[in-house]
Nanobody, 128 residues
């Protein structure tokens, strides 16, 4: 059974940092693309970042570049999202997702329908 588990969310003050983890079990991520999405109340789920596990090809939403970084550890079957200089508008539930082919984004066109497997999400709250 494919299972993705997010962790690392929490409450942080504006300007702070968090590192989210997405750990996979039941399968190896080596041939997958792993993405991070977020969703806040009343808004659609939006793509944040993605990484191709095979070669590390990475994408970060243009509005988040410089603050968010995605990385991977194939040995640990885990993907990380480092979030710095957090703002209240970064508040939401953060989900990781995976699909078993290489996805490369050349524009802000990352959609939930690109992915097959999903975690349950982790809440991130940034206070002002």
């Amino acid at each position: 059974e494919v299972n993705l588990v997010e962790s690392g969310g929490g409450l942080v003050q504006a300007g702070g940092s968090l590192r989210l983890s997405c750990a996979a079990s039941g399968f190896t991520l080596d041939d997958f693309t792993v993405g991070w999405f977020r969703q806040s109340p009343g808004k659609e789920r939006e793509g944040v970042s993605a990484i191709v596990m095979k070669d590390g090809g990475a994408y970060v939403h243009s509005s988040l570049k410089g603050r968010f970084t995605i990385s991977k550890d194939n040995a640990k079957n885990t993907v990380y999202l480092q979030m710095n200089s957090l703002k209240p508008e970064d508040t939401g539930v953060y989900y990781c997702a995976a699909v078993d082919w290489s996805l490369r984004y050349y524009s802000d066109s990352m959609y939930p329908s690109d992915y097959r497997h999903w975690g349950q999400g982790t809440q991130v709250t940034v206070s002002s």
